[in-house]
Structure formats: C-alpha cells, structure tokens
C-alpha cells in the first residue's frame, strides 16, 4: 500500500501549506487537518482500516483491550478501529467545569490494554495527558497510535513515560509523495525539511 496513505491525505486536501500555529504552539509551514478526511467516506474508511491493521498487528490478540480517542481530533479515529476491531470505546478529554467533570468518558479501562488514539503526533503532548489520564484510572498498558507522526518528539516523548508509539505514515512521508506528485518541489521539500527537522 505504498504512498496510498499519503495520496488519499493529499487528495482529500487534509495537508495544507502556508502558516499555521499548532497546538504545540510552534509555527509550521505545513500543516495536517485530518477533519477533512472524515468527510470522505472511501479515504476515511481506507484509512481507518489501515490504523485498525497496523494496531491489531503490533497487539496480536486483543481480547482484554479498549480504544480510546483523544478528544477531539483522535474521537473518529478511534470510534471507526472499535467499531472495526469489535472493542470497547472511550475517549479522554479536558475537563470542562461542569457537568460530571470526567476526564475518561465511555468504557472502562481499569486492568486493560488502552489503544490511545489520536490524528497527529507533534511533540506528543495531547497523547502524553491521554497516558496520564489511562494510568490514573487503572490501564494496565497503554499503546499510542496516530494517522500522522510530524517526528517532532512525539515518540521520544511517549518513550520516556515506556509507551510505543505507532503510526500509518509520517509527514516526511507525505512531503516526499506531495513532490513525487509535483505538488511541491524539490527546493520547497528542502525549505520544509530544513524547517521541521533540521535537514535537507
């Protein structure tokens, strides 16, 4: 399935060029809205799919295991893996000052493997407070899985806290499809390396 992944994130128009501020807080030429994939049915269920595949293959059998969504990004992501994989469903999120004040909502996780997932990993941040939050109430493992790894210290992020991170594709994948496409060229493919890992 080489570069299907990565034609579907371009086609669907998920990867954006420009200026953007992230939830990092960085400032990036590039940019990963997977919202867009959803509103394709045939992209976000290929997708889906894959996710689903690449997660079951590292777990094996998971008879004792959860999926939870990071909210909101992560929440599609991981309903379409439970509802494919057959597995019960939570998602985390920030509490809000109101209502039950739950940072944990659906299934329990307690003694359980946790299949974290989110969209897109940048300095793994958001997948980090998933850990903590999965911890709290009890997992017994926690795997993180993404669409998107920016490889911009998600993964060593999450295996300083001794959790794996998986992902379908990352986004220097995706550059390199974008200009094997003739979406970008090759000194624009330089700037962005240069820019996001220090390299060209």
């Known amino acids: 399935m080489s ?23 960085r400032v990036s030429h590039v940019y990963i809205d997977l919202r867009k994939v959803i509103g394709y049915p045939e992209a976000f269920r290929i997708i889906s799919l894959e996710l689903a595949h690449m997660v079951i293959e590292d777990v094996g059998e998971c008879g004792n295991c959860a999926v939870v969504g990071v909210a909101t ?20 999120r920030q509490p809000k000052g109101h209502g039950t004040e739950r940072d944990l909502e659906g299934a329990e996780v307690k003694g359980v493997t946790a299949l974290l997932i989110d969209d897109v990993a940048t300095t793994g941040s958001s997948l980090s407070f998933g850990v903590s939050v999965l911890r709290s109430h009890g997992a017994r493992e926690v795997i993180g899985a993404v669409i998107v790894d920016r490889e911009q210290g998600a ?5 300083s806290m ?39």
């Open 73 to 92: 990004g992560g929440v599609p992501w991981a309903t379409a893996v439970a509802l494919s994989l057959g597995l019960p469903l939570a998602y985390i």
């Open 155 to 159: 993964r060593r992020s999450l295996e």
């Open 162 to 200: 001794g959790v794996k991170l998986l992902s379908v594709t990352t986004l220097r994948s995706i550059l390199e499809e974008a200009r094997r496409l003739g979406m970008i060229s090759d000194e624009q493919l330089n700037s962005l390396a240069g820019e996001l890992w220090g390299t060209t």
């Open 3 to 25: 570069g299907t992944i990565e034609r579907l994130l371009l086609n669907t128009g998920a990867v954006l060029f420009g200026e953007f501020r992230l939830t990092s807080g």
